[in-house]
């Protein structure tokens, strides 16, 4: 009967012992499946995901603020500035900050209405009257929609949303007095300027085509701001600082500062007083005989093929570059305006939107180097300078003119309908005489004369520092025939730019050499040392002086 209690005593002790050791079986594995996983997160975390985390440490702690860098000017061959850069500022908000703003003026609102208004004393403003305070205020010195202000400043997650762009001073201005000076008695919370920098143009459409101008983040979309964009650009700067959990600047704490690096100038071989004269005759020439599709014009230095003044019509102003500014193309965009009423609910329709495309790109054309076209008489002096190079004519030859020629059975007249008679060969220069320099071609031959015409650069694009350099458009050497080549003679049937034309040009007055036309002489640092000059070695000798 003793031993009974003992059994049972026994049994117990060995259940409990199972127990135990299947509980710490299953904690063991649990605790190493634990270390697993926190083992497998943390090499994830601090091996595959090292350089997100390190990234996203860094945004929490610290602070960045980009210092623009001074964009480069652009001055004519005597020092005149055509393109320049000025300070601005950019007005933003910090929603965020409104927002918090908002919250503690309508807790101490609440607060105040618990514990009663004094006699003489209002309400603090609602956090909504803060807010519609600077809607309001803001739409009207930026002339802008106030909805589009409400819109951005209920992204309250944000802290940086751009309501206006390099604006100019005066409007600046407005912006820090309401900031200062505001119905709530204090200054703003989540109102910003930051500085910038805004294009000027102090000539407007001079030299439009050339120069160009910047996108809405001041970088080059069109000309010489878009081919130099790198050079003139330069480099920005940053400021680092710590920040607390809040966004907040921590001062003292840590900073770093990289400066910015301005971009380098230009100098060009264009001459201000030659261009305005230029883009001057050719709105003359265009009023007087009503040129419809626009006109070119080039001044050059036949020694070194440095372009002294290059304009197209119809023209724009650099400084509003969007705006058509052009009178016939502002009608041709009326018309379309009027045949397609927009909607109540638009401003124009999608019609006058897409003919608005097209006009910009007619008048940001520079027809000098985009454009070909048949040459005609202004060609001859380069068949003349070839048949005297080789030899074909001598200033004693003479030629016959009836007033037309007949080329395999083709007849092709003379401006001259009676003809010009006998002549010699200066008299058929002076004349223009197609028939004389039918002959003049014909004698030359179809393989010499297009050695010549690709020599004189026709075939290529030229080389220049401007966008759209094209080349000419000629039929394929094999296929030419007699005919071909006549009307070549004189200059028709094929195609080249105002540009390749005038190069050639000037190869045969300047002893015969080819040059690459170009606009660019110097690129100059801040310090107006001449970081790279133009290289004006001649591509090659095309005839002899």
């Not at 210092?67 to 001055?75: K, P, T, V």
């Not at 294009?199 to 001079?206: D, G, K």
């Not at 007619?362 to 040459?375: G, H, I, M, S």
């Not at 190069?503 to 001449?530: F, S």
Request: proline fraction near 3%.
């Amino acid at each position: 009967m003793a031993n009974k209690p003992k059994r049972k005593i026994n049994s117990a002790r060995l259940a409990k012992l199972v127990i135990q050791r299947r509980t710490l079986a299953l904690l063991l594995v649990f605790g190493v499946a634990s270390f697993l996983a926190l083992f497998a997160k943390a090499y994830d975390l601090t091996i595959n995901q090292y350089d997100e985390m390190k990234e996203r440490a860094a945004n929490q702690q610290m602070r960045s603020t980009v210092i623009s860098a001074s964009r480069g000017s652009i001055l004519d061959r005597n020092g005149t500035v055509l393109a320049m850069s000025a300070s601005a500022d950019n007005i933003f908000l910090d929603p965020n900050s409104i927002q918090k703003r908002a919250d503690a003026l309508d807790l101490a609102r609440a607060e105040a209405m618990v514990e009663g208004v004094k006699e003489g004393e209002s309400l603090p403003m609602s956090g909504q009257e803060y807010k519609d305070m600077i809607a309001v205020r803001l739409s009207e010195i930026l002339d802008m929609d106030e909805e589009k202000v409400r819109e951005k400043m209920g992204r309250t997650k944000s802290m940086y949303e751009v309501l206006k762009y390099r604006v100019e001073k005066d409007v600046s201005d407005q912006v820090r007095e309401f900031i200062t000076n505001n119905a709530s008695g204090a200054s703003l919370q989540g109102v910003h300027l930051e500085t910038d920098a805004k294009r000027y143009y102090p000539y407007s459409a001079l030299a439009s085509h050339v120069i160009g101008f910047l996108d809405a983040d001041n970088h080059g979309a069109y000309g010489l701001e878009a081919l130099y964009e790198e050079e003139l650009e330069g480099s920005t700067g940053l400021t680092v600082t710590a920040k607390d959990g809040t966004g907040s600047e921590i001062m003292f704490q840590y900073e770093q500062y990289y400066d910015a690096e301005d971009g380098h100038s230009l100098q060009l071989t264009l001459d201000s007083t030659i261009q305005y004269y230029l883009e001057r005759g050719i709105e003359d020439m265009i009023s007087k005989f009503g040129a419809a599709n626009g006109a070119t014009g080039i001044v050059m230095d036949p020694n070194s093929a440095a372009i002294l003044a290059i304009a197209s019509s119809p023209n724009y102003d650099v400084n509003d570059p969007r705006a058509i500014y052009d009178s016939l193309l502002q009608s041709e965009l009326a018309k379309v305006d009027e045949a397609n009423p927009p909607t109540p609910d638009q401003q124009h329709s999608k019609a006058y939107w897409d003919e608005m495309a097209k006009m910009q790109n007619l008048q940001w054309r520079n027809k000098a180097v985009n454009d070909t076209f048949e040459p005609g008489s202004t060609a001859k002096i380069l068949t003349l300078s070839m048949a005297l190079e080789e030899g074909t004519i001598n200033p004693n030859s003479t030629f016959d003119c009836s007033g037309s020629i007949t080329v395999s059975d083709a007849t092709i007249g003379c401006s001259k309908k009676v003809g010009h008679g006998h002549q010699i060969l200066k008299q058929a220069v002076g004349n223009s005489c197609n028939p004389a320099f039918i002959n003049i071609g014909l004698g030359v031959g179809i393989d010499t004369f297009y050695d010549y015409m690709e020599a004189f650069g026709l075939f290529d694009k030229t080389g220049v520092d401007l966008q759209g350099d094209v080349g000419g458009i000629f039929a394929a050497r094999d296929k030419v025939i007699t005919l071909d080549l006549a009307c070549y003679a004189f200059g028709q049937n094929y195609n080249v730019t105002p540009l390749q034309l005038i190069t050639a040009q000037a190869a045969c007055i300047n002893g015969g050499y080819l040059y690459t036309p170009y606009v660019v002489e110097k690129e100059l640092d801040g310090d107006g040392n001449v970081v790279k000059q133009h290289d004006a070695t001649p591509v090659r000798q095309v005839i002899s002086g």
